[in-house]
């Protein structure tokens, strides 16, 4: 399904991102899609779930103005093929493209993008730090001050989860699970950045 390789995603993610907090998200989501694509079926296709995960945020770092619609210009520019490029810019339906989810994949990422930074912030304020020992109902608490993670849009991850037709509980706890998978390796990965990754 995936015309290119991870390390060329790789490769490409960083000529556009360098800040430590854009490396750790893209990371994490690519995880969780990978994760997703196991989970619900699609396990010949998680290198090209793993890959859109990757790259959906290509363009935020230096184009914020243009997200969704400049990260279309730069993957074309490196021959990205275009399923990849539409799902990644289908994660900004309704705020930043006009491209509606309809893949179960896309589907997955307009659900979890947000969802993956406030699980990621509920996990930073425990003594762990992580998501390892994250439950259900502690994420649900802080879903419910929407002063905690506010960057974090209730109203996309509710969306997405009527999207997919999954209640909000099942969508958080299915994405605890899928972040439970890569956070050593993302951990340990984000170490190796300048010191800034460790607060990120």
Request: net charge negative; charged share 30%.
């Amino acid at each position: 399904m995936t015309a290119f390789t991870r390390e060329q995603a790789w490769a490409l993610l960083t000529k556009y991102n360098k800040e430590p907090f854009h490396l750790r998200h893209a990371l994490t989501v690519e995880g969780i899609m990978r994760y997703f694509a196991r989970e619900l079926g699609y396990g010949e296709q998680q290198e090209f779930w793993a890959n859109v995960g990757l790259l959906h945020d290509l363009d935020f770092e230096h184009y914020p103005e243009q997200h969704c619609v400049k990260g279309q210009e730069l993957m074309r520019e490196a021959g990205i093929d275009e399923a990849t490029i539409r799902a990644a810019a289908s994660h900004g339906y309704g705020l930043a493209a006009d491209i509606k989810p309809e893949h179960e994949m896309e589907k997955v990422l307009f659900a979890c993008d947000e969802l993956s930074g406030l699980i990621g912030a509920c996990a930073l304020m425990r003594p762990s730090k992580s998501v390892q020992d994250l439950e259900l109902k502690s994420v649900k608490k802080k879903y419910k001050a929407l002063n905690f993670a506010a960057g974090c849009s209730r109203e996309v991850i509710e969306r997405g989860a009527e999207m997919l037709g999954w209640s909000l509980d099942d969508l958080i706890a299915r994405t605890i699970l899928a972040m439970r998978q890569d956070e050593e390796a993302v951990n340990e990965f984000c170490a190796s950045l300048p010191a800034a990754a460790k607060e990120s």
